[in-house]
C-alpha cells in the first residue's frame, strides 16, 4: 500500500542509531506516522522538524507503522530560529496536532491553515497569530468559538464576555447574573487554553507541555 501527499514533519522521535520514527501532517491523509530511515545520520536531505515537502508512506499493510520517503521542499522553521515566541508558538502548534488530530482523518482546511500560519509567524506578531490559528484549532475539533453576537440576545456589541460552555459570546446585559461564571473578552491565551484543556480531557490526555508553557510565556 501506497500512500502520497504534501506535509509537514511535525514530530520525529530518534529510535535505535539511525532511524527516526516521523510525525507527517499531511494535507490529504491528516496525521500520519511512519519510520523514516536513516533520518539521523544523513548527511544530505536530513529530515529536520517543520520542513514542508512531498511524502510517500509505504507499507505491505495498511495498519503498519510503514515506512516515509521524504523530499522537503522547504524548512518553515529556519526563519523563526531567532524569535523565542515563534518557535514557542510553533512548538505548541506541533505538540497540539500530534496530540489532538485522529490519525489518517484528512483536514484539509486545518492543513492549509498551518501552513499560512507557519509561513507568517516570521513576520511578527507570534502570539496573536498563534490565538488564531488555536481557534481554528478548535473549530476543526468540534469547540466553534462564536464571538460575532451574543448568544443570548443577539447583539453585536459590548460583547464582553464568552460562555465557557458553548464557547460563545455574551453581551454586558445578558451576562449581568452570571459574570463569576463567564470568561472576560477580549479572547487570550488563557481563554482557549480552557478550551482545549477540555478537548484533551475528553482525549484522556494532558495539555502538551509545549502548549502550557505558551500560557506562561
Ligand atoms: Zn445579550
Known sequence: MKLESNGILIGLQPIGERDSVAHVFTRDFGMMHGVMRAAQIARKNKPLLAQIGAVSWNARLESQLGAFHWDAVENLSAPLMMDMHALGCMNAAFALLNALLAERESYVALYDATVAFLHDLANGNA?????????????????????????????????????????????????APYINKLYRLPINLDTTLHFIEMVCAQSGIDVPVARAYLSRM
Not at 144 to 173: E, I, K, M, Q
Open 127 to 175: 502570539m496573536e497569530k498563534y490565538l488564531n490559528w488555536e481557534i481554528g484549532l478548535l473549530r476543526e475539533l468540534g469547540y466553534a468559538l462564536d464571538l460575532s453576537r451574543c448568544a443570548n440576545c443577539g447583539r453585536g456589541d459590548n460583547l464582553d464576555f464568552l460562555s465557557p460552555r458553548t464557547g460563545r459570546a455574551v453581551c454586558r446585559d445578558c451576562a
